[in-house]
């Protein structure tokens, strides 16, 4: 999002003309920004057989899909019902992996009928999959590899406490499991966590990996996840995706050189292609003073955007209505009632009701994470594509809060009763 002129554009679009347009609050999505994310990693990973698994939990709506699907992606899923709608974007499905936590046996068993890519992380729900399929269906195994990684608590993923995969402490067991069972295992995965700066973590994943491969004859692939930390705020740490490309690239090629055949490395990302190409714009209601604190209002919220209330996370907020006007100190909070904090503290350029702010870094867990909490529809989506502006989700109304409902009729009943 630049200012040309004084007034914000993104693709040369005037975003106060966009929120005229679709109203407020609106979620809107940069295309060019995904797309160069996607460039990014490839460039980086151009010496090995590298593949995208875009994490479609960040952000599932289905034209967006579809454009992972033009750029090249495959597509990382974590329910059954994502799956169908890769499908119905257009995925092939090997281009899915599935790799679901806590499920039933009966949702693999859908996948499995579908077709897609099976990542397994429990051993009761592998020893099922062996009893059932044998060697006839192949399965990628995600190991916890007991690596504190990642920015909160909520988003880290490897660590002894988390819930998801098998232990690499249980190596010896999976190994009579899947021996018992005749199980084809064609791919190992891991993921520590988001937010990783530091290119060390994925080798050290990826050492113990490697280390682990050698007892997988079958495999075709390995998948580290994600987590690549992007930038926030100014001056941010981030992954240097370069860095990583060059080193694990090396690391990698090495590995398939002792493995005696040449692998395809996977990779998951979901906030990394898109937390940078979202935009939430709200406006503002009200402005309140208290004896502590001046408060901007808007018109929206946890419901919209629950990541500042959930994860603490920063998110960067502009006044795209008064660019140029002196700035003050002020906390942004939303209509919800309950503490809606988007941001405490910040300096905006004087803000006046009315104005719409920008919310950035938006992309990744916003609508995908929003709610009809307090009775409060849910917020259009608006895709940017090539200079053209492109509705994809229509705002809800009170006809969609009603929609699953079924009224009982209490006098009727009472009546009937009788």
């Keep these: 999002m630049q200012l040309n002129h004084n007034r914000y554009q993104i693709q040369g679009l ?11 609050p609106l979620y809107v999505y940069d295309a060019q920004k995904m797309q ?7 460039k980086a990973f151009s010496e090995i057989q590298m593949k995208i698994k875009y994490a479609c939990k960040a952000l599932n709506n289905i034209s967006v899909l ?17 799956v169908h709608l890769g499908l119905q974007a257009g995925f092939a499905p090997e281009e899915i992996i599935f790799t679901p936590n806590c499920v039933s046996f009966e949702e693999i068993q859908e996948a499995v009928n579908l077709g897609v890519v099976i990542n397994i ?34 988003i880290s993923t ?33 993921h520590t966590g988001s937010d990783i700066v530091d290119a060390d973590v994925f080798l050290q994943g990826a050492n113990i990996l490697f280390e682990l491969a050698q007892d997988f004859p079958d495999l075709e692939f390995m998948d580290f996840g994600s987590g690549f930390k992007v930038a926030y705020r100014e001056g941010d740490v981030i992954t240097d995706i370069e860095d990583l490309g060059k080193k694990l690239s090396k690391a990698f090629k090495n590995f398939c050189n ?31 003073t208290t004896p502590a604190t001046v408060f901007v209002g808007v018109n929206s919220g946890l419901n919209h955007l629950i ?27 939303g209509y919800i009632c309950e503490t809606d904090t988007f941001g405490w503290d910040r300096k905006l350029n004087e803000v006046r009701e009315g104005d719409i ?24 989506e608006v895709l940017l594509y090539e200079g053209q502006a492109y509705l994809i989700r229509k705002r809800e109304t009170l006809d969609d809060l009603l929609h699953n409902q079924i009224v009982f009729d209490f006098e009727k009943e009472v009546i009937d009763s009788k």
């Design 14 to 24: 005037d975003v106060i003309s966009l929120c005229e347009q679709f109203g407020t």
């Design 36 to 42: 160069e994310k996607v460039w990014l990693l490839q």
């Design 66 to 82: 579809k454009l992972f699907k033009q750029y090249g992606t495959g597509l990382d899923t974590v329910s059954i019902q994502e």
């Design 121 to 154: 992380d429990n051993i009761s729900i592998l020893e099922q999959f062996g009893h059932t399929y044998g060697n006839s269906v192949p399965c990628c195994i995600r190991l916890n590899p007991h690596i504190m990684a990642g920015g909160n608590h909520k």
């Design 158 to 190: 490897g660590h002894i406490d988390s819930k998801f995969g098998i232990s690499v402490l249980q190596a010896r067991h999976l190994q009579r499991v899947i021996k018992t069972n005749n199980i084809r295992v064609n791919g190992l995965h891991m």
């Design 258 to 288: 002792s493995y005696g055949r040449e692998l395809e490395l996977w990779f998951e990302p979901g906030k990394f292609l898109v937390s940078e190409a979202g935009y939430l714009f709200v406006k503002t209601n009200v402005i309140k």
């Design 307 to 333: 990541r500042p209330m959930m994860y603490d996370a920063y998110h960067d907020i502009i006044n795209v209505s008064n660019p140029n006007a002196p700035t003050r100190v002020y906390t942004v909070v």
């Design 357 to 380: 702010l920008c919310i950035k870094n938006a992309g990744a867990y916003g609508f995908t994470m929003s709610s009809q909490y307090n009775a409060r529809p849910r917020p259009a």
